[in-house]
């Protein structure tokens, strides 16, 4: 029971870090400037039920993907670490990732319908690096049905929180600024960067193991 305790936190830690809604607080701050309280809450929850559905579908299907392509979880393991740790070294250097949000799409998200989806539902919250995060914990071949579970809430309460956050972004940019932000941003980053050289060394030990 304990194991899957501590299973639920890291992977809670883990999605949360890279997931970053505290890191998307200025930027929904500013798409939604002149929004009323209703509109920004619409946008809020569009955004995080196309994150979900990203997540979870990648999570669930990606496997099958992988098998059709004959691409083994510990490949996935070495080049999603890869990714991770580039998403990483862009919240250190106190940065949005590219792999996350454009200018392009900046632009393309000032319709009110569509920035819910775009950005902010995908690629912002729901992006490369928390799709791998995901489909890497719920895929692991020493995984248990009770730790995939695990994952799934693990998600769930990601999302809430992170309605809670977005919900409350306004008075939270109020309270810590920008600077703020990124400072929790590079913090988040670190144990980012951690997670992503550990898929790194994990997925190299599983291919070394098999080879031999």
């Not at 919240?91 to 590219?98: E, H, L, P, R, V």
């Not at 632009?107 to 489909?135: F, N, R």
């Amino acid at each position: 029971m304990f194991e899957i305790v501590l299973f639920f936190v890291t992977v809670f830690v883990a999605i949360f870090s890279i997931l970053n809604p505290i890191g998307a607080v200025p930027i929904l701050v500013s798409l939604t400037e002149g929004y009323t309280r209703e509109e920004r809450v619409r946008v809020i929850k569009k955004s995080l039920m196309v994150a979900a559905g990203m997540l979870f579908g990648f999570m669930l299907l990606g496997i099958y993907i992988f098998e059709g392509l004959s691409i083994d979880i510990s490949d996935f393991q070495i080049a999603g670490g890869i990714l991770v740790f580039k998403v990483a070294f862009d919240m250190m250097q106190g940065k949005t990732s590219n792999t996350k949000f454009t200018a392009t799409e900046e632009e393309e998200s000032l319709q009110k319908d569509s920035i819910g989806v775009v950005p902010l539902g995908t690629p912002l919250l729901a992006g490369p690096g928390s799709i791998t995060t995901s489909i890497i914990y719920f895929n692991l071949k020493s995984v248990t049905l009770y730790e995939r579970f695990a994952v799934i809430s693990a998600i769930l309460a990601v999302l809430v929180v992170s309605f809670v956050i977005l919900v409350y972004s306004v008075r939270i940019f109020e309270k810590i600024g920008r600077t703020g932000s990124l400072l929790l941003s590079r913090i988040m980053g670190l144990l980012i960067a951690a997670i992503g050289v550990s898929f790194i060394v994990e997925g190299i030990t599983t291919l070394v193991q098999t080879i031999a």
